[in-house]
């Protein structure tokens, strides 16, 4: 379904941030994209910042994995590197929110060379625009 998107991501350095509205597929995505990428040989950072609804680490987190086998997706939940954000709502805790992406990502290049973001379902409104924002702004 997402062949051609996935091997071209599959090619790429650097950030992927996927948005979306909530529940439209932005983990399913993610995971495929990141699934395909170490598939191709890739060592891929998965950032899930959906801070209700955690696929990596605990929820009001942000967490971190590095996929560098096929086999490593067997335990997404546990992270290899997590930050408290406060909040499951990104509604008051836009700077925490954002400051531990870009520590994540700070780490994350070192250790990969493709980074998967996979945001929350906040895109609309002053806090969903800001976010997306300055998430763009610290990942570009």
Do not use: W
Not at 94 to 116: G, T
Request: with cysteine; charged share 20%; glycine share 8%.
């Amino acid at each position: 379904m997402y062949r051609a998107l996935s091997e071209r991501v599959a090619q790429l350095t650097g950030v992927v941030m996927v948005i979306g509205d909530t529940d439209t597929g932005k983990t399913s995505l993610s995971k495929v994209l990141a699934a395909e990428s170490v598939k191709a040989g890739r060592t891929v950072a998965y950032i899930d910042a959906d801070i209700a609804a955690s696929t990596v680490g605990s929820a009001a987190c942000v967490g971190l994995k590095i996929l560098r086998d096929p086999a490593d997706f067997t335990d997404l939940a546990t992270p290899d590197a997590m930050r408290f954000v406060g909040s499951t709502d990104p509604n008051g805790v836009v700077l925490p929110h954002v400051v531990a992406v870009a520590s994540l990502v700070s780490q994350a290049r070192s250790e990969a060379d493709l980074i998967i973001l996979d945001t929350t379902g906040v895109v609309a409104g002053v806090v969903g625009q800001t976010l997306k924002y300055h998430l763009a702004e610290i990942t570009g």
